[in-house]
């Protein structure tokens, strides 16, 4: 990648340590982008385990993430892990992308941001203006930009706020059930379709709120994205298909409302530790047992 305009990247260097460090800085940095040569592939920066926030401060940036891709306007934020499959990048038609970057790594991190994406159902959030952690990030940057952070103890500790204020805004622990007629209608909606495309304006239309409330509630209420609750039924479905049916994994990929085969598998291990075939098997097995 040739380098990009304006670009204003701190890169900390620190005298070797004795300590092992679970939450640290790689970089980070504020860049104004208007060239297409602006494109990282998450698959090719060395497998070294890292996580990645970015946010968009004005235009527009793109980010292809497994067999989804997202225009990354003003306000939103894309959380990343490196190795992954996805690549962000800038379309000249888009006028220029204005970002905020942060670039992390230690194993406290790593496991933090891990579970962060798993609540949140997705790598993308939108910060609000008095965001706490938008706040921190831009603290962060600002002080490495001045070359001000030149004690690794006092950056690892920002690096950490930084994390438990995204966990406290974005992956609340405790969760308030919604209303009964909300939910209901939500849930026997999505039930009675999910072999089938399901969108936030369906949802929306079903709990007969606008697209925005309803997200907002939802999200609220329910501790997780709209989206990522169609995904925990689809995940609960295909478990109950296998336990009750004798299906193969694309069969019942395409019964759970996925098109892709291997995305299904995916997110089947994420969530249970063993491939969809693994359980399947493991399954019959045990009926044999009996």
């Known amino acids: 990648m040739s380098k990009s305009e304006n670009n204003r990247i701190f890169l900390p ?3 070797e340590r004795s300590l092992s460090l679970h939450s640290m800085l790689v970089s980070c940095g504020h860049q104004y982008i208007t060239s297409d040569d602006y494109r990282w592939d998450g698959m090719k920066r060395g497998g070294r385990e890292l996580v990645i926030w970015q946010y968009t401060v004005s235009g527009c940036g793109h ?3 497994e067999d989804e891709e997202f225009e990354l306007k003003p306000g939103q934020a894309m959380l990343l892990k490196i190795p992954e499959k996805h690549t962000y990048y800038f379309k000249p038609q888009s006028g220029h992308w204005e970002l905020l970057f942060l670039t992390l790594y230690g194993s406290e991190i790593i496991r933090l941001w891990t579970e962060l994406r798993r609540r949140i159902g997705g790598a993308l959030i939108r910060h609000e203006d008095n965001s706490i952690s938008l706040q921190t990030a831009r603290k962060i940057i600002t002080a490495g930009l001045a070359q001000e952070l030149d004690n690794q103890f006092v950056t690892s500790a920002l690096t950490y706020q930084f994390t438990m204020e995204l966990l406290q805004e ?6 308030i059930d919604l209303p009964p007629e909300l939910i209901g209608k939500v849930r026997d909606y999505c039930m009675k379709r999910l072999d089938r495309k399901i969108t936030i304006d369906d949802m929306a239309q079903a709990a007969g709120y606008s697209r925005f409330h309803f997200i907002r509630i939802f999200h609220k209420y329910h501790g997780m994205p709209p989206m990522a609750f169609v995904n925990d039924l689809r995940m609960r479905l295909a478990v109950r298909l296998f336990q009750t049916e004798r299906l193969s994994v694309k069969e019942t990929a395409n019964r759970c409302g996925f098109d892709s085969v291997s ?22 097995r045990e009926e044999s047992r009996i």
């Open 63 to 65: 980010l292809r993430l």
């Open 263 to 284: 995305y299904f598998c995916k997110v089947f291990r994420q969530r249970y530790g063993k491939t969809p075939a693994q359980f399947r098997d493991y399954n019959s």
């Open 13 to 15: 260097i620190y005298p």
């Open 170 to 175: 974005f992956a609340p622990s405790s969760r």
